[in-house]
């Protein structure tokens, strides 16, 4: 087995500095006593958009879509053609400040972006009313035995 060379290393602190780091405050004492500057790893990587798993957190709150994309899915099939599900990736801004990417492969809010007529497919969309959810029950097959299950679409508040 081949060893891996190093092509460039950034040091910080020596190996005995690294061994005698305990804790997360005995950390920060070195770092502040070495005088090394601390940059939050968002501030100087991506776009300043945080993944967001919490749709329900923007049902009726306003928020701005400021861009978004379809992709195929590398996970989930469309159980009737066999084909890789389509989303969408939402980069928004909500009321409070909040900058959030929220995905949809769903009826919602998917389709209802792909459905927008070409005039405005382009433009900043306004959502003054945040989300809307329709809950409901869904038989799947789990195991080869049928069960019910709760599930929930999202859509824009229209």
Not at 39 to 54: I, N, Y
Request: glycine share 6%.
């Amino acid at each position: 087995m081949s060893e891996a060379t190093a092509v460039a290393t950034v040091r910080k602190f020596n190996a005995d500095e690294l061994r005698s780091i305990e804790s997360f405050d005995q950390l920060g004492a070195l770092i502040k006593e070495r005088g090394i500057d601390v940059v939050p790893v968002d501030k100087v990587l991506g776009d300043g958009f945080a993944l967001s798993k919490d749709k329900d957190a923007l049902v009726g709150r306003p928020f701005v879509i400021l861009d978004y994309q379809f992709s195929t899915s590398r996970d989930t099939l469309n159980p009737e053609t066999g084909e890789p599900n389509v989303f969408v990736s939402v980069r928004l801004m909500t009321e409070d400040n909040r900058k959030l990417i929220i995905n949809d492969g769903s009826t919602g809010i998917r389709d209802q972006l792909r459905n927008l007529p070409d005039a405005v497919a382009g433009s900043v969309l306004y959502v003054p009313r945040g989300l809307r959810v329709s809950e409901y029950e869904v038989e799947t097959v789990v195991k080869g035995k049928t069960v019910k299950q709760n599930a929930k679409t999202y859509y824009l508040s229209v």
